[in-house]
């Protein structure tokens, strides 16, 4: 596509469900990143893929949250047992290669309640 | 990690004014990006910029890599131009081009 395309752009989770958060990346980028974004803060990195490798996941703020890329293109990141300190909104970037320009989705706003 | 300050937090400015927006960041870096960030959340691409100098349109930006800063110049600005600029510095390991962000300025363009 012509860019990063994320879904759902919004989601209102309750405490203690599962959400699954998909991104599809600009196609022919072998990188993906996911960033975290809290209200009034810059991005925080959550974990990288080169193709469908996962080679950094040092962000990811606890064993509730997974990602995955299983063919090397489209990526999910699943948050289980959703507590209120995971309303963020959750962005996904790709890059051509793992040092090139990175570019952004327009994010999903979860608000877990 | 590597410390990212922005300054200033916040500028207002009457359209049609300049303003220069500043990154320093504490250790050497791969690379650099800047950002703007619209009222609906959107990350725009502004310059992909790890040292020299970029222009496009009213904007320019440079990167001094060796004295570990960088300035975004903003010349007659517009109020489309409100929203937060952010700098991104990138250091490549094996887990790829890590970006880290600073906080942000957060500009507003009054008419």
């Known amino acids: 596509g012509a860019g990063v395309s994320q879904s759902p752009r919004y989601k209102v989770a309750k405490r203690g469900q599962d959400v699954a958060l998909r991104c599809d990346p600009i196609s022919g980028h072998v990188s993906l990143f996911w960033y975290q974004q809290a209200l009034g803060q810059g991005p925080e990195f959550l974990t990288y893929?080169?193709?469908?490798?996962?080679?950094?996941k040092s962000g990811l703020p606890s064993d509730r949250f997974f990602a995955e890329r299983p063919e090397g293109s489209v990526s999910t990141l699943k948050i289980q047992r959703t507590q209120q300190e995971d309303s963020a909104v959750y962005l996904c970037?790709?890059?051509?290669?793992?040092?090139?320009?990175?570019?952004f989705g327009q994010g999903t706003r979860l608000t877990v309640v | 990690g590597i410390q990212v300050e922005q300054s200033p937090p916040d500028l207002i400015l009457q359209e049609g004014a300049n303003s220069t927006l500043r990154c320093n960041f504490s250790d050497s870096v791969n690379n650099l990006q800047w950002f703007h960030q619209n009222p609906w959340g959107q990350l725009i691409n502004l310059f992909y910029?790890?040292?020299g100098t970029k222009q496009n349109g009213r904007l320019s930006a440079t990167t001094v890599a060796t004295e570990r800063y960088s300035l975004l110049y903003i010349s007659s600005s517009q109020t489309t131009d409100s929203g937060v600029y952010f700098c991104?510095?990138?250091?490549?390991?094996?887990?790829?081009?890590?970006?880290?962000f600073g906080t942000g300025t957060q500009l507003k363009v009054e008419l």
């Open positions: 991104a510095v990138g250091l490549i390991t094996g887990g790829g081009n890590k970006l880290t």
């Open positions: 970037a790709s890059s051509i290669d793992r040092d090139a320009e990175a570019f």
């Open positions: 910029i790890p040292s």
């Open positions: 893929f080169q193709n469908e490798a996962q080679l950094d």
